[in-house]
């Protein structure tokens, strides 16, 4: 017999040769040492084939895989067992709750004077007491009724006016919301007492000075919000505040409306500030703008996708930047809250140079933290 | 009568994943192969389900890597801007370097001898293979024999290169 090729040597150590076939090869290599040199060569050849190929397995564990009856498409229907139905109440719990939150956030939003005033009228708290109602009483018969503006469209008015406005009423209506918290579940007379107060609500523009109660804090001169039996359908209360509440209000993170200030090329930008607009290095400026009121800049840079804002003015100016702009407020914020809301304020607020810079962004606060450590003048 | 595909399910669903793995290499996308092989086994309910299992997840890897082809610039232009790799043990980079050299090496095999030596490291016989490719089972053993030689040759080729590289 010649002698034997490759293949059959292959087909032999892989089990694959018919008994026949086998017989031929073995009697061969027992006679042919030449044949058997070769057949322990492609026999550790094939192991080694096999060994690389092993180390071409996927990396880390492999994952289970899942029992056949689960590829079946579409799905067979399981039977109706307390753990099927779990997963699918939790996500319905989860929908409801989140529904329910959305209906209270915007109620609250939407009616914020309303709802406070609502408050102060027919179930006075004790901080409310002490500082609005009876100031709402007094009101009551000097105040003249304003036409009657819906709120969300006078926020949407008043938007080119100023953020100062906009952003305070984003606080407002987070402390509204806590405190409307614990009452959520007496919705329904809260609605009944928004209802009422609708009817009688008439704004004010009282001025700071009309106000003898300000004991929530003694920057914080409030206007009260006027309530009284009127037609009008809602309204809104503004009232004038002193620096130190405004700045109390401001959430870093809440959005103040820069966009529709005046865009200020970066000499213009420097004579205002005093000081060359403070940037975070290496990350391109993508506008800069002045606020239309007071010496206040705002630079917008341009991070991992994110336009962070760093707010900045110069030190030695006092005058808050809202204090320019009219402010809308709710008349009956607790001190704590606005303690909490201007330490946090604080918390993403840094001196650069001469500079006060805050940053404001779409990123987590941490990240925002960091950017500001990061800023130069 | 046809093999139960249970039975199928059990013995051969490692060995499929590993070879779709070796085509397209990429775990989480053998895997989902793998398993969308055997759902269509379960409608189409084949005679041979383990050769037509391989049949499709060949068919499919091919398709696989027609699209991944056709991404590859994408990919390209993602890579160059990827994080930084995870630290990793040495244990883990060591094996992650020789999945890519036996990947290296088996590129450098042609195409038939390639499917012929993965079949048959997925377990498939000689008859099988046979079917499967379209050569005759005498062939097989030829094409093993070639298919085996040029992986290690390409292997040791690789690692010699890197070495010189290296030294």
Known sequence: MSHVDDGTLHAYLDGELSPVEVERLETHVAACRGCRDRLDEERALIDRAARLLGMAVPPGPERAAPPLHELRRPPPPRPWTWSRLRMPLAWAATIVAAVGIGYFAGVSSFSIPQRSLARTESQPTADVAASSAPAAGAADTRSPVLPATPTDDELTATQPLGYAQASDRLARAETDQQRQAPAANAAEPGRERDQRADASLRPSAAPPAALPQDRASPTLREAAPAAAPSSAASGVISMAQSTTAVRGFRDANSVRLSTTWPAIAAKPARDLLGAAPAVIPGFAVRSMRRNPGVKEVVVEQEIAGAVVSLFQRPLGDTRAPEEAQPIVIDGAVSRDSLVAKARRNERLARFVGSLRVEIAGPLPADSLSRLLDLVRP | ?167
Do not use: C
């Open chain 2, 1 to 167: 009568m046809p093999e139960d595909l249970a039975e199928v399910y059990k013995t051969t669903y490692a060995a499929l994943v590993r070879f779709l793995y070796r085509k397209v290499w990429d775990a989480e996308r053998a895997a989902d192969l793998a398993q969308e092989a055997f759902a269509r086994a379960l409608v189409h309910r084949p005679g041979n389900p383990r050769g037509w299992l391989f049949v499709v997840a060949a068919n499919m890897a091919r398709d696989e890597a027609r699209r991944a082809a056709r991404e590859r610039r994408h990919l390209t232009l993602l890579s160059q801007e990827s994080e930084p790799e995870a630290p990793a043990l040495d244990e883990a980079i060591s094996a992650e370097q020789d999945r890519t050299r036996v990947r290296q090496a088996l590129a450098a095999l042609t195409p038939r001898d390639r499917e012929v030596l993965l079949l048959w490291d997925a377990g498939q016989s000689y008859d099988e293979i046979a079917s499967q490719t379209g050569l005759a089972k005498g062939a097989i053993g030829t094409t093993l024999a070639r298919a085996r030689r040029r992986l290690v040759e390409a292997y040791e080729k690789g690692s010699e290169a890197e070495h010189v590289a290296r030294g």
